[in-house]
């Protein structure tokens, strides 16, 4: 196995570079608070577009799920309509059977 060797420490020029390199970092977030936002604004419109698409599909599903709700009971209706007649009848049919 090869032993380790620790990296050379950095040169003069290295860290001089690495400054230089920070520097320019820190002047372009300068730069960025000086011009405003960079397109701050323009998410923020996208965010309440989807806000209110959100609020939309909400409202649509909760009326269709009321109508879901109101078809069900119109089916349960519709057969205790269809079937006490004719349980009636079949009640009738077992008293009267002799």
């Known amino acids: 196995m090869a032993d380790y060797t620790a990296p050379d420490s950095p040169s003069l020029r290295d860290i001089m570079r690495l400054d230089g390199r920070i520097d320019k970092v820190e002047n372009r977030i300068d730069a960025m608070d000086q011009h405003g936002s960079r397109g701050v604004g323009a998410l923020q ?16 599903l909760s009326a269709e799920l009321k109508s879901v709700r109101t078809n069900r009971w119109q089916l349960v ?4 309509a269809a079937v006490l007649p004719i349980y009636g009848l079949l009640i009738q049919i077992v008293l009267t059977k002799p």
Do not use: Y
């Open 45 to 60: 419109v996208q965010v309440m577009e989807l806000i209110k698409d959100v609020s939309a599909l909400e409202a649509r």
């Open 77 to 80: 209706g519709a057969f205790l």
